[in-house]
């Protein structure tokens, strides 16, 4: 399920504040320096149905459908709402748990 043989891949130059108004926002740190927040899923647990996309082409799961391992994206997405938390993508099994979306 994921690009590096089961492991979990630690993003760069990215987190989830969780702070008062950004919970489930994705904080960016851009080239330049700037900072930009993109408003992700709430809920955890639940099949990735819908990814923003945009100017720079996130891959950030939004709304509030739940899918499944055969529809949609196909992967599960997992959220702590706790403040300051790092972002990861894949899964330490091979498993549709977690994968590249």
């Known amino acids: 399920e994921d690009i590096y043989g089961n ?7 990215v987190d989830l504040p969780n702070d008062s108004g ?12 700037s900072i930009r927040m993109v408003q992700g899923k709430k809920d955890s647990g639940q099949w990735i149905t819908g990814v923003a996309h ?10 509030n459908l739940n899918g499944s ?3 949609y994206y196909t992967d ?7 403040t300051v938390r790092v972002v990861y993508r ?12």
């Open 69 to 71: 391992s055969s529809t």
């Open 54 to 63: 945009g100017k720079y082409m996130d891959m950030i799961p939004v709304g």
């Open 76 to 82: 599960m997405y997992w959220i702590s709402t706790a």
């Open 7 to 13: 492991k979990y891949d630690m993003m760069d130059g």
């Open 90 to 101: 894949g899964y330490n099994n091979a498993n549709a748990n977690g994968g590249v979306s």
């Open 22 to 33: 950004n919970v489930g926002k994705w904080r960016i740190w851009m080239p330049d320096g």
